[in-house]
């Protein structure tokens, strides 16, 4: 019985599918990213070279989650959306800072309506993540992720205190290099209160999980069996 390759048996179906969960290795001879109109829903788990995504074209894509996969890819399938998406999930990815530029720029361009996002940290991006949270008005979730362990997360959570939308309920920071988080979180709450009427959960990831609330009620979390497997799910724990 000839077998049929992934990527014709996948394009003979494009009109039809709405989801799409590629694992590694991801092997076609060429993008297939170009008839997909009705996607929805993007898998990524795993490699995938920049040729397989040439001339993308996924304009009603809602979630996007990547695993292994760098900002570069992660921006080119950003830009071949039309303003649905709404999901941007990272998992065991291999991030640089190199793109990291453009990834942000990519998101305020092209996702007007995000709920939900992964974002990394740089401080030479400020005033992009700036324009990223005035712009995406619907932002629910945040999982911000610093680029550097030398960053500390208080200009970052001034910048989300006066810019953020008043949707945001959920926001998780992971590698910041701040020992004493329920201190600096007592000055984000106030101006957070100050700015908004709502309330955000703030969950911190250094060398333990903290959970903190608006009324500066800390919590470690009591990490049990690999922590290493904790980690790698802290971007989703609370989310589904």
Same mark, same amino acid.
């Given at each position: ?18 989801? +799409? ?6 092997? $076609?001879?060429? !993008? #297939?990213?170009?008839?997909?109109? *009705? =996607? @929805? ?53 291999? +991030? ?6 453009? $990834?942000?720029? !990519? #998101?305020?361009?092209?996702?007007? *309506? =995000? @709920? ?73 709450? @106030? ?50």
């Amino acid at each position: 019985m000839n077998r049929i390759p992934i990527g014709e048996a996948l394009t003979k179906q494009a009109n039809s599918l709405i989801l +799409i969960h590629l694992s590694w290795p991801i092997q $076609f001879c060429c !993008s #297939i990213f170009t008839k997909f109109f *009705n =996607l @929805k829903i993007l898998i990524i788990d795993g490699f995938i070279p920049q040729n397989h995504l040439q001339k993308a074209n996924l304009p009603n894509l809602q979630y996007l989650e990547l695993h292994s996969t760098d900002l570069y890819e992660a921006t080119i399938i950003i830009q071949s959306t039309k303003g649905s998406l709404q999901d941007i999930r990272f998992k065991h990815s291999c +991030i640089t800072a190199k793109h990291n530029l453009k $990834f942000i720029q !990519s #998101i305020t361009q092209y996702c007007p *309506n =995000l @709920k939900s996002a992964t974002l990394f940290y740089d401080y030479n991006y400020i005033k992009e993540l700036e324009t990223l949270f005035s712009t995406c008005s619907q932002l629910e979730r945040l999982v911000i992720i610093s680029m550097n362990y030398n960053y500390s997360y208080n200009i970052l959570l001034d910048l989300l205190a006066m810019y953020a939308p008043s949707s945001l309920c959920s926001l998780k920071l992971e590698y910041f290099n701040d020992c004493n988080p329920a201190g600096v979180m007592k000055t984000f709450f @106030k101006r957070w209160k100050e700015k908004h009427q709502s309330t955000i959960s703030v969950y911190i990831l250094n060398s333990s999980v903290y959970i903190i609330n608006n009324n500066i009620e800390m919590v470690e979390v009591k990490l049990k069996g690999d922590k290493s497997d904790y980690f790698n799910n802290f971007r989703y724990f609370d989310w589904d």
